[in-house]
């Protein structure tokens, strides 16, 4: 051991890996905490604590290969996160604004930054243009506070995001064009090169990529290490790809976000290791080599490179400002949704620092320009960063007081597990319903039959329901576990609803009928003759995250039913966890209850709908679903309303249909009384879907499309 410690010599940067990896995470754990009681954003604390210790501070460490991967990697991070968790249903709804934003936030800093360095600064038109595209564009450097807020799938958040990609991709095609220029090989070829490029690019993106991962999640669905190894792989795949095409890395990131979004739900497993290791090494690793950058010697240099550094940071931060207030008179927004606009769209990195060193490299800017642009970069940073802490603060509170989710009580779902290979299936189906934020445990049953084999039976069930706990636990979801020994199953499920006050009970599919069962029923059967619970039987044959559309079926005078309105919530709940589209497909005045609800209590929820009797369902859903579609089956109890002898084939006719498809058969919650007076819809004020029928031919193209 002692040769070993006279070996280790201490020297300034230090270049020991064990001890510059062992100083990053003393400060990635301390920084924060500390910068926290100061009443300054940790975001902020890491960009100071990057200045201090870098190498224009004390120089502890130096801004070396290492340091530029891991910042590299947290950068991506960023961008691919943010593509990641929007909602891309509100994206598209916003997109419009999002591409008018983004022209804004980028023509008006761009205009302001050509005629301050030409008119004041009397740089050469090229020079000017360059700094007008350093002034354009910006870098989400705030986005993981918009995050941990909760704000994230806020309208305004989201038309940020899309007018930053394109105000950052429009910098980076014309700094394409300046490098053209500089390098003189501007012609059609090079314009044709460049189209072809963004074709091929897009083309990769969004037909290959989602393809590749729907192949790769439904094939090696149970590793789930190589899941996120794979994740990544695509993320730096993107990267390449972009910089081929002629672009930043960044844009290939996000780019990998919006095309993986669908197949990744914020609820999973994979979300959660993406975020947790994200947000604990690599993004705060981005943000100590921002302020590793910075050369504080700049603001001793003298007088006129201060003016220069004053003059390109108020620029900078007035003409963002200038976007942001144009775009709240547009939008009709607040103060406060405009300060988060503002705030996200400050802050320069990654892109800035792209434009300033082809600029500097090719001699066009000067060492002064290069020190003032870094400067500038502390100096955005640090605003963006505390105008989004501010603003986003009270934009979370406005949110959660103006635009609340539909009022519904607190979930208590149970769900009976016995074999582990199907277990994972209905935990991760609980997480999709299961209202976010609850604090109702989710209960994991296993129920032990009663005979001499009954205390070895409780103590081989201690262990799975350990695995169901630990994997619910991991979410941050609260979860119980719970053991039944009882004469048959179902009485024993039954008793644990009613003790447990359960109003979710979630189930896997049987496909094979015992003797006994045929003549005295299923499991099922005799669970929904002695509950009125909601239940879920699930046939699952691929990942839930692999579900592009959901196809609800909607039985005739299902909405005079008492469990209407939670059926149609927990639809919807899953739609939003899957990034899946929706679409009705049933009875004329059902459809209309639907299309009620959608339009009243969410805001008008993008659905399609599609008439038919109970009878032509299946013939029409064949028609536009394919295998990576769910089918969401309401069924109904014997004797309800709306139950009936065809109703209760439908599951079977269906999984017999669609084999390769997920399959939810859905038993509503049922009312003591069975019938209630039309869910507070009366039947005059339904709205007639008379057209629906002339509507279905451009709806099965739009689905084919």
Not at 36 to 64: E, N, W, Y
Not at 89 to 101: A, H, Q, T
Not at 299 to 316: E, H, K, R, Y
Not at 687 to 700: A, D, H, I
């Amino acid at each position: 051991m002692t040769p070993l410690l006279l070996s280790f010599h201490f020297h300034m940067p230090l270049e020991e890996p064990i001890a510059v990896f062992g100083l990053v995470l003393i400060i990635l754990l301390v920084a924060p905490l500390l910068f926290s009681r100061m009443k300054i954003p940790g975001i902020i604390g890491l960009i100071i604590s990057g200045v201090l210790i870098g190498p224009f501070g004390f120089g502890v460490l130096a801004r070396d290969s290492v340091v530029e991967l891991f910042s590299t990697i947290g950068i991506l991070y960023i961008m691919f996160l943010a593509g990641l968790e929007l909602e891309l249903n509100e994206f598209l709804k916003n997109r419009v604004r999002s591409i008018i934003f983004g022209l804004l936030t980028f023509s008006v800093p761009f205009l302001f930054g050509f005629a301050v360095a030409f008119k004041l600064l009397e740089y050469p038109p090229t020079a000017s243009f360059i700094v007008g595209l350093m002034l354009a564009s910006h870098t989400l450097l705030a986005y993981p506070i918009a995050s941990k807020l909760g704000i994230h799938k806020n309208r305004v958040v989201m038309i940020t995001v899309g007018g930053t990609i394109l105000a950052d991709s429009l910098v980076l095609i014309l700094l394409a064009v300046v490098n053209g220029l500089i390098e003189g090989d501007i012609g059609i070829y090079f314009w044709i090169k460049l189209l072809l490029s963004m074709m091929a690019f897009l083309w990769i993106l969004f037909y290959v990529f989602p393809r590749i991962g729907r192949w790769f999640f439904k094939n090696i669905e149970s590793e789930k290490n190589s899941q996120f190894i794979f994740v990544l792989t695509m993320v730096f795949i993107a990267a390449i790809l972009a910089e081929i095409a002629g672009f930043e890395a960044i844009i290939g990131a996000f780019m990998c976000g919006l095309a993986l979004n669908r197949l990744i739900p914020a609820e999973s497993p994979l979300m959660n290791r993406l975020e947790f290791v994200g947000n604990s090494i690599f993004i705060p690793f981005f943000l100590l080599s921002v302020g590793m950058m910075v050369d504080v010697q700049v603001f001793m240099s003298g007088i006129s490179l201060l003016i220069l550094v004053g003059l390109l940071t108020i620029t900078a931060i007035s003409s963002k400002w200038i976007a942001a207030y144009i775009s709240q008179k547009s939008f009709h927004l607040n103060a406060t949704q405009r300060n988060v606009i503002f705030g996200l769209s400050n802050a320069r990195a990654a892109a800035t620092i792209a434009v300033v060193l082809v600029g500097y490299n090719a001699g066009i800017l000067s060492d002064d320009l290069l020190n003032a642009s870094i400067a500038m970069v502390l100096v955005t940073s640090l605003v963006g960063s505390l105008v989004t802490e501010k603003a986003g603060k009270k934009l979370a509170q406005m949110q959660n007081k103006y635009n609340p989710e539909p009022e519904v009580p607190d979930d208590r779902i149970l769900i009976p597990v016995s074999n582990p290979a199907t277990m994972e299936y209905l935990l991760d189906f609980a997480l999709a319903i299961r209202k976010p934020g609850g604090s109702c445990p989710v209960m994991a049953l296993t129920v032990i039959k009663d005979t001499n084999n009954a205390r070895e039976d409780v103590r081989q069930s201690r262990e799975l329901l350990h695995q169901a706990i630990h994997y619910l636990t991991s979410f941050g979801v609260p979860a119980e576990a719970v053991t039944r020994i009882d004469m048959n199953v179902a009485n024993g499920i039954v008793r644990a609803l009613n003790e447990r006050t359960a109003n979710e009970l979630i189930m896997g599919w049987n496909d094979k009928l015992s003797t006994s069962e045929f003549f005295f029923g299923t499991t099922l059967d005799r669970v929904l003759k002695n509950c009125t619970r909601m239940v879920y039987v699930l046939k699952q044959q691929q990942p839930w995250n692999t579900n592009e559309d959901i196809f609800v079926t909607v039985p005739a005078l299902s909405h005079f039913e008492t469990g209407f309105t939670q059926w149609v919530d927990k639809a919807i709940a899953m739609a939003k966890h899957l990034t899946a589209r929706l679409h009705f497909v049933g009875d004329e005045q059902g459809l209309a209850a639907v299309h009620h609800r959608l339009t009243h209590e969410y805001g008008k929820f993008p659905a399609h709908y599609l008439a038919c009797s109970l009878l032509e369902i299946p013939e029409a859903i064949e028609k536009i679903a394919d295998s990576n579609d769910l089918l969401f089956v309401i069924s109904a109890r014997k004797g309800t309303l709306s139950g009936s002898d065809e109703l209760d084939s439908l599951p079977r006719k269906l999984i017999g249909q669609f084999p390769k498809n997920n399959i939810v058969t859905v038993f509503p919650f049922q009312d003591e009384d069975t019938i209630r007076q039309s869910q507070g819809y009366p039947i005059t004020s339904l709205p007639k879907f008379n057209s629906l029928r002339r509507l279905n031919k451009n709806w099965l193209q739009s689905k084919k499309s």
